[in-house]
C-alpha cells in the first residue's frame, strides 16, 4: 500500500513500485531509459505519475504514447481518478477526433499517429520535456517512425528531449543499443500461477461454435470474470448472440456478456472493463492484450487468432487481416487470468500448435505499406531512409513502391520531394490514398460525399452479399449503390435484406468524423454528383484504372497490365473504364474487382492529362499479314485512343527488319538465292583462313537490318514482302574481291565435254552436284573439280530420260565397271541414242544418233 500523489488516499501497491526510484535515478542521470516490466506490473498508471516529480512543469509536458484509443483514454482517466482529478487537468488525453486537455495539463496520453502529426506541426517538440513509448514490443509502424523522429529531434534541435521506452515482451538490448546504450530497467512483476487447458484442433468448426462451447464449459468448471479473445468485431458479435441463445433458458441476472472493440462507443467499452455486480463474460480483440485492467478476471479463453495491420495488394492500402498469434501473444494473454490470483486458460487449439507458433509477431514496417511513412518522413525533409535511426529499416522494395504511388497522387514530385498537396495530405490523419480523395472533394465543393467514400473505403462492406434491393442508375457499378444504400438508411432508418446495420453504423460514425478534418464545411447543393465520384476515385486510385478487353469476354486489363475480372456481384456498365478501389488477387494470375465505378474516356483525359503519354506506334500484325502505323494516347499499358499515320521509309524498313528477326514476317528466298548462300558457304568451309560472310538463314534473319534494310522501302504488306527479291541484297555483302573470287571458284555452271555449260546445284546437298547427261561426258576421264581442284563435284550422270544411272565423284572408275551394266540395261531402251563400247574415245554429245554434233 501506498498514499496517493496528491489526496493522501491509500492505493495498491503494484509490482512496478519497487523499482521507481531506480527508474527516477536513471531518467535524471540518462537521457533514454529502456523499462521491461510484464503485464500487469502497474507501468501503464504509475511511471507517468512517478515521474512528475523528476520532469518539473517548467521543463515542459510528459507525452505518452497509446498502441490503442481505448488505452490511452483508460490510462488517462485512471491517473487523473488517482490525483483526485478531472480528466484535462494534470492529466490528459488526445486521440483522433477528441482530445482532453489544457494549459495545466503535465502528463498527455495520446494515440500514436497523433505524436506523427504533433511532430511535423512542432518540429522541435517545443514544451515537450520526455517522451514515453508504452508497449513498444507490439512494434506499430507509427510507434517505429515516432521513435526515429524524435531521435532525429533530439539529435538536430533537443538534447534535453528525454526518451523512455517500456515494454512487456521485447529484448530490451537491441533498443537500448538503438538508444545509444541506455540503461535497461526491468521490473520483475507478480503473476500466479495460470492452468493451462490445451482444447485440441477443430479445422471444420467455425471460430464462433468453438468460443461457445468453450465458455459454457469454463461457466461450468471455473469461478470469477471470464475474457474471450476473438480475432474482430464480427466475431464478437457472433459469439455474443450464440451465447445469449444458449444462455437463455439459464439464470441470467447475475451474468452479463460485454464486447470489447476499438469501434465501439466509449461508453461501451468502459462498461467491459469496469467492475461488475455478477459474474462478467468481456468478449475482446487483442485490444485486452495489454495496457488495460480487466477487474475481476479469472479465466482467460483463446481463440488463437488475431488482426494485424498488413499491406493488402487488393485496396493499395494497409488493412487488418486474420492470422495466428505469436507465442508472446498467446503468454500475453494467458497472463491476463493471473493478475489477481491463480486462474486458468483455455486455449483452443492443441499445444502442438502453440509450439509451432512464430515466437514473436513480425514488426509492421515488415509487412505495411509504407506510403504513410514515406509522406511523413518527405513532410519532415527526409527522402532516404537510411539518414534516421531504426530497430529496423523500411524495406527497400516497399519503400519505393511507395515513393510511386505518392508520385502518382500528386503528393511527391518527380525528384521525390513534397508538393503543396502532399503537406496538405501529411496533416490528415488518413492512408495517402484517402487523404488525396478528401482534399479533392473539397476542393470540388463535395466535402460530405469525399467522407462518405473514404468512409465506405476504409470500413468493413455494408453490404453482406451480392447487393441491394436498390436500383442503382444506369452504367453505375458497385461503389455507387453503396453510397446510395448508405444515404437511404440514413434518410429512411430502414434495411434492406442485404444491409449490414453495426457496418453502416460504424461507416456513418466515421464519415462524420471526417469532415471535421477538412477546413472547407460547405458543400454544393444541386449538383450532379455523378461525374464527382469517379473523379475523386481517380485522384486517390490513379493506379487502379482498368479498359475491358476487346475480346468480348468481359475481363479487363489495368494500366500495370495486370488482368482483372469483375466479381459475380457487381454489373457490367456500358463504358469500357472503370476504377476498381479494391481488387482481390483472384485466381491463378487474374484479379478480381471487389468494388468499383465506370469512367468515360473524356474523364481520364481530363483528370489525368499530364500523365498521358502520346506515342507512334508502329507494329507488323503477322495475322493479318501487315503494318500497322498509329498514333496513341496511352496511359501505362491502356490505350485510350488510336489514329493512323504515314510513317517515313526508314520507320518502315526499321519495324520490317524487327517482324523479319521475330518471325512474325516472312522473307522469300529463292532458287538463286539458296544458291548464292551455298557457293559462299563452301566458300567459308574450304577457305576458312579467308573472311567469307555467314549467309546461313539462322544468320540472316537474326539480323536483317544489316543486309536488308536499304532494300525494304516501300514495302507495307506480307504479299510485298513475298515477292521480295533478296538475290542483290545477299550479294551486297560480299565485297568486290569476294564476288570475283567466288565466280572463279565456284561457278554457277561448269563446261562439259560436249561443249555445253551444265548449271551446278549448290543446294542438293553437302557437295555441289553436276546433274549431265552421261553422253556428254564420253571422253573424261577426271571427275570435273571447283574451288582450284580442292572440290570434286558430285555428278549425276542421266539417262536420256533425264532420270540418274550413276551417281559417283569417281568418273574413271565409272567408265571401267559401271558403265557397261548401264549400257546393257539401256542400250535397247534407247536406240536412238549412242552407246559406243569405247566411251574413252568415243565423241560426246547431248543429240541422238542422227544429229551428231
Known amino acids: 500500500m501506498q498514499k496517493d500523489l496528491k489526496n493522501g488516499r491509500i492505493l495498491t501497491s503494484c509490482p512496478i513500485d519497487e523499482i521507481l526510484p531506480e527508474l527516477k535515478e536513471a531518467i535524471r542521470k540518462h537521457s533514454s531509459v529502456v523499462l521491461q516490466a510484464p503485464p500487469g506490473a502497474g507501468k501503464t498508471t504509475r511511471v507517468p505519475l512517478a515521474l512528475l516529480d523528476v520532469i518539473p512543469p517548467e521543463k515542459g509536458r510528459i507525452l505518452m504514447l497509446e498502441p490503442r484509443k481505448l488505452a490511452a483514454v483508460s490510462a488517462a482517466r485512471w491517473m487523473a481518478k488517482t490525483l483526485g482529478e478531472e480528466i484535462g487537468q494534470t492529466l490528459g488525453y488526445s486521440i483522433r477526433f477528441d482530445s482532453r486537455v489544457s494549459k495545466e495539463t503535465r502528463v498527455e496520453v495520446m494515440t500514436e499517429g497523433i505524436l506523427t502529426r504533433r511532430i511535423l506541426a512542432n518540429p522541435d517538440l517545443a514544451g515537450v520535456a520526455m517522451v514515453i513509448f508504452d508497449e513498444f514490443h507490439e512494434r506499430s509502424l507509427q510507434t517505429d517512425l515516432a521513435l526515429a523522429l524524435c531521435l532525429d529531434i533530439r539529435r538536430a534541435l533537443r538534447e534535453d528531449l528525454k526518451i523512455l521506452v517500456m515494454s512487456a515482451t521485447l529484448d530490451g538490448g537491441p533498443v537500448a543499443a538503438l538508444l545509444d546504450g541506455a540503461p535497461v530497467i526491468s521490473s520483475r512483476g507478480k503473476a500466479f500461477a495460470v492452468e493451462e487447458r490445451y482444447c485440441g484442433d477443430h479445422p471444420n468448426q467455425s471460430v464462433t461454435a468453438r468460443m461457445t462451447d468453450a465458455v459454457e464449459r469454463a461457466l461450468q468448471e471455473t469461478s470469477g470474470d471470464i475474457l474471450a479473445f476473438l480475432p474482430g468485431a464480427g466475431e464478437i458479435l457472433a459469439v455474443r448472440n450464440a451465447l445469449e441463445e444458449k444462455l437463455r433458458n439459464r439464470a441470467m441476472s447475475n451474468l452479463s456478456i460485454h464486447p470489447l472493440y476499438g469501434d465501439l462507443p466509449f461508453e461501451e467499452q468502459e462498461r467491459a472493463i469496469l467492475p461488475a455486480s455478477g459474474r462478467k463474460i468481456v468478449l475482446a480483440t487483442n485490444i485486452a492484450e495489454t495496457s488495460l485492467t480487466i477487474e475481476g478476471v479469472r479465466v482467460v479463453i483463446d481463440c488463437g487468432l488475431t488482426r494485424r495491420l498488413q499491406y493488402d495488394p487488393a485496396t493499395g492500402m494497409n488493412r487488418l487481416v486474420t492470422v495466428t498469434v505469436s507465442q508472446a501473444s498467446a503468454r500475453q494473454r494467458q497472463g491476463r487470468a493471473g493478475r489477481l490470483g491463480p486462474g486458468v486458460c483455455y486455449r483452443l487449439y492443441s499445444q502442438h500448435t502453440f509450439q509451432s507458433l512464430i515466437p514473436f509477431a513480425p514488426p509492421e514496417i515488415a509487412i505495411s505499406d509504407l506510403s504513410s511513412l514515406v509522406l511523413d518522413l518527405a513532410a519532415w ?35 521525390g520531394s513534397i508538393t503543396p498537396v502532399g503537406k496538405a495530405m501529411a496533416r490528415l490523419p488518413l492512408h495517402p490514398r484517402l487523404g488525396r480523395l478528401l482534399l479533392k472533394a473539397a476542393d470540388m465543393g463535395f466535402p460530405s460525399l469525399g467522407a462518405d467514400l473514404a468512409a465506405l473505403l476504409s470500413e468493413r462492406d455494408i453490404l ?38 453495426p457496418a453502416l453504423r460504424a461507416v456513418d460514425r466515421s464519415s462524420q468524423q471526417l469532415r471535421r478534418l477538412t477546413d472547407k464545411t460547405w458543400e454544393v447543393s444541386g449538383k450532379e454528383t455523378r461525374d464527382v465520384i469517379p473523379r475523386l476515385l481517380l485522384a486517390a486510385f490513379p493506379d487502379r484504372i482498368a479498359k475491358r478487353r476487346e475480346d468480348g469476354s468481359g475481363r479487363y486489363v489495368m494500366r500495370s497490365g495486370r488482368g482483372v475480372r469483375l466479381s459475380a456481384k457487381i454489373t457490367p456498365a456500358e463504358s469500357p473504364y472503370i476504377v476498381a478501389p479494391i481488387v482481390d488477387k483472384g485466381a491463378k494470375a487474374e484479379g478480381k474487382v471487389q468494388m468499383a465505378e465506370s469512367l468515360t474516356e473524356e474523364l481520364i483525359l481530363e483528370e489525368l492529362a499530364g500523365e498521358i503519354e502520346t506515342l507512334r506506334r508502329l507494329y507488323w500484325n ?39 528477326r521475330s518471325k512474325t514476317a516472312m522473307i522469300t528466298f529463292s532458287r538463286e538465292a539458296l544458291q548464292l548462300q551455298a557457293r559462299v558457304r563452301l566458300m567459308k568451309e574450304t577457305y576458312p583462313e579467308e573472311n567469307w560472310p555467314d549467309l546461313s538463314p539462322e544468320a540472316l534473319l537474326a539480323s536483317p537490318a544489316d543486309w536488308l534494310l536499304p532494300w525494304l522501302s516501300g514495302i507495307r504488306n506480307a504479299q510485298q514482302l513475298a515477292c521480295l527479291n533478296i538475290l542483290p541484297a ?28 551444265i548449271p551446278i546445284d549448290y543446294v542438293a546437298g553437302e557437295i555441289p552436284v553436276l546433274a549431265v547427261k552421261l553422253q556428254e561426258m564420253f571422253g573424261l576421264a577426271d571427275t570435273p573439280a571447283i574451288a582450284g581442284g580442292r572440290v570434286k563435284l558430285l555428278l549425276h550422270l542421266l539417262s536420256p530420260a533425264r532420270r540418274p544411272v550413276q551417281i559417283t565423284r569417281d568418273l574413271s ?9 548401264v549400257k546393257k540395261e539401256l542400250k535397247g531402251r534407247y ?18 544418233k542422227g544429229h551428231k554434233g
Not at 731 to 738: G, I
Not at 747 to 755: D, E, I, L, Y
Not at 813 to 821: D, K, M
Not at 833 to 839: E, I, K
Open 381 to 415: 525533409g527526409v527522402g532516404d531512409p537510411a539518414a534516421l535511426s531504426w530497430l529496423d529499416a523500411p524495406p527497400p522494395a516497399a519503400w519505393r513502391a511507395a515513393r510511386e504511388l505518392l508520385k502518382g497522387l500528386s503528393a511527391l514530385d518527380a525528384k
Open 464 to 501: 453482406r452479399h451480392s447487393g441491394s434491393s436498390l436500383t442503382p442508375p444506369p452504367g453505375w457499378l458497385d461503389l455507387s449503390e453503396r453510397l446510395q444504400l448508405l444515404q437511404h438508411w440514413r434518410q429512411k432508418k430502414s434495411l434492406t435484406a442485404k444491409a449490414d446495420l
Open 622 to 660: 503477322g495475322q493479318e499479314g501487315r503494318m500497322i502505323a498509329v498514333e496513341e494516347e496511352r496511359l501505362g499499358t491502356l490505350t485510350l485512343s488510336a489514329k493512323p499515320i504515314s510513317p517515313s521509309r526508314e520507320e518502315v524498313a526499321t519495324l520490317l527488319c524487327e517482324a523479319i
Open 730 to 757: 545477299l550479294t551486297e555483302t560480299l565485297t568486290w574481291n569476294q564476288r570475283r573470287l567466288l565466280h572463279e571458284r565456284a561457278p554457277a555452271t561448269v563446261a562439259v565435254p560436249s561443249g555445253h555449260n
Open 813 to 821: 572408275q565409272f567408265w571401267n565397271t559401271g558403265y557397261p551394266q
Open 831 to 848: 536406240p536412238k541414242h549412242p552407246w559406243p563400247d569405247d566411251p574413252w574415245n568415243a565423241p560426246p554429245t547431248r543429240k541422238t
